[in-house]
């Protein structure tokens, strides 16, 4: 058959078929929907016969470019995350977080090991800090948590609207290390680690530092609500950059790059559980952590009851044969 | 025999057994697509700012979530909802696509922009310009992992005017390259110079047993016939 009678005959069936890619494309329900696969493998028997008999550039190329066009309307990643959020939150995270449980205890290890540990170094030897921390920084701490003082230097209670102004703060402040300490897991999960341990270090000398000064009740009352969320958040997105470091030292009988896609695929859900998590503990820190009202002791009850949440969620939810999918 | 195009054409196999070109984008063009969409954030938040302002400690507080916004979700949003393209990309011609070609999602788009911090060490995208400067379809890092592919998105065509042309039987079976090639010929003959249609011709003037000037009117005749009655 020459071209020309071939265009003749089906330029109509193409015409309606990128009207209704154009439709598509902009996202409105098409007329006509259900016959758009078909449609769809009708066009590509077409390009198919083109090609086979060495039709010109141009057909070829726009039928072509309809058959892109459509493919990428009929041939689509159902992304995981949107799909169902609750089934994610309720069972898909813990069982994530355990499936990789390897990862999850080194970076635990590696953040809370060098938290405590240098804590205690720098409560038993206080000069420590400043290997650390610049002095200026050390003082700038010291009063802020002065129990004197009251919550940041401040004698009353911080107005709703700085709360507003810390929620943003720490949302941008937290989340950006999460997303440092998992990203750079690439460099063969070296990154990951570094900021892992150095965050660690840099936690644990703060809290080293003002319970040597005696101001121990007044910062570990702030900080144990969130830190549940905050410092489990930081560990798991340091797990999700190992996993991807590991995937390029151990690719196993893969190839590298894919098993690098793969371990970033399960990562990036992980990231996503972290970004939950951060959220939440923004939310504690500017509202429940920052107020002096309640007395310490309640402080401590409700920061425990929240590490024991979040350690119950972690290793129980979804355990359920039958759980929310 | 023809060898396959001196290009970097990128062939994606789709389930119907057809293989879709795709045209990876090089790192030059990329880099001005983030020059700009750099430039554009930048204009964002100072403007933003300007209006917070005067919002006191609550502009303060936004701000930040803002920035936080601006700096780690611009091009996710982008991505994911205008079809692959930042305002960058739409500008330079470029999208985001997966491997296979069908549009870049939640999950791919958040992993190659979360590491798209990789690519940027040690200064000044380094890590990422080697990457991509050593891969054979210029994937960064964050490419690599989240198995997307930045393309040239692709124009629309217009239909080319054959040369007026007596149709003239070929004298002799022609392989299906060689159709094309004729075909080719005649389809381009608006965009080259005379002097290189002659070029082109001379080369077929031997084997067409005719000389130079005729072997044009004699190729787009065969494409005429090729091609069939308008």
Request: overall charge positive; hydrophobic content about 50%; glycine content about 10%.
């Amino acid at each position: 058959m020459k071209q020309s009678l071939f265009e003749q005959r089906h330029k109509a069936e193409w015409d309606q078929f990128s009207l209704i890619l154009g439709q598509l494309e902009r996202g409105k329900g098409a007329s006509r929907i259900g016959d758009f696969p078909q449609d769809y493998r009708r066009l590509c028997q077409h390009l198919a016969l083109a090609q086979e008999r060495g039709y010109s550039s141009f057909l070829i190329d726009s039928l072509q470019q309809l058959v892109l066009r459509g493919h990428q309307q009929l041939y689509r990643h159902r992304s995981r995350l949107g799909a169902n959020v609750a089934g994610f939150i309720l069972a898909g995270f813990p069982r994530l977080v355990r499936e990789q449980w390897r990862f999850v205890l080194a970076a635990g290890l590696m953040f809370f090991g060098s938290l405590i540990g240098f804590a205690l170094l720098v409560y038993l030897f206080p000069d420590l800090v400043y290997n650390l921390i610049p002095a200026e920084q050390v003082s700038e701490l010291q009063s802020m948590y002065d129990p004197v003082a009251g919550h940041f230097g401040r004698t009353t209670e911080r107005a709703a609207s700085e709360d507003w102004v810390m929620f943003g703060y720490y949302i941008m402040h937290n989340i950006g290390i999460a997303f440092q300490t998992f990203a750079s897991g690439l460099l063969l999960g070296l990154g990951s680690a570094f900021f892992l341990m150095f965050n660690g270090l840099m936690i644990g000398a703060v809290a080293g530092h003002l319970m040597h000064f005696g101001y121990g009740q007044t910062f570990w009352s702030f900080v144990i609500g969130h830190g549940a969320f905050e410092l489990t958040a930081i560990a798991l997105a340091g797990a999700a950059g190992l996993q991807l470091g590991w995937a390029l030292i151990a690719p196993g009988r893969l190839p590298r790059a894919e098993a690098l896609r793969l371990a970033a695929g399960k990562s990036v859900l992980l990231i996503c559980g972290v970004m939950l998590f951060l959220l939440i503990a923004a939310f504690i820190e500017a509202y429940w952590s920052s107020t002096t009202a309640p007395a310490p002791m309640t402080k401590y009850l409700v920061g425990a009851a929240l590490w024991a949440l979040v350690t119950m969620y972690l290793l129980f939810a979804g355990r359920a044969r039958h759980a929310p999918e | 025999m023809l060898y396959p195009p001196l290009d970097t054409r990128y062939q994606v196999e789709t389930p119907e057994g057809i293989d879709l070109p795709l045209r990876p984008a090089g790192l030059m063009v990329r880099a001005l697509a983030f020059a700009i969409d750099l430039g554009l954030r930048g204009l964002i938040l100072g403007l933003l700012f300007m209006v917070l302002a005067f919002l006191g400690k609550l502009g303060v507080g936004l701000g930040s979530l803002l920035l936080f916004v601006v700096s780690w979700w611009y091009m996710v949003l982008f991505e994911v909802l205008n079809q692959g393209r930042s305002p960058g990309k739409q500008w330079m011609g470029l999208r985001v696509v997966q491997d296979d070609g069908t549009p870049v999602g939640w999950s791919a788009s958040l992993l190659r922009n979360l590491l798209r911090f990789v690519d940027m060490l040690p200064f000044g995208y380094f890590l990422g310009a080697i990457s991509c400067l050593q891969h054979p379809t210029f994937k960064r890092l964050g490419d690599l992992a989240a198995g997307t592919l930045v393309i040239y998105r692709e124009q629309s065509l217009t239909r080319p005017q054959l040369p007026d042309a007596q149709p003239v039987r070929p004298a002799f079976d022609l392989t299906l390259s060689e159709q094309r090639a004729i075909l080719g010929f005649a389809e381009r003959q608006d965009e080259l110079s005379k002097a290189r249609i002659l070029e082109l011709a001379s080369i077929l003037a031997q084997p067409l047993q005719v000389d130079p000037p005729r072997a044009v009117t004699e190729l787009n005749g065969m494409a005429r016939a090729l091609l069939g009655p308008a």
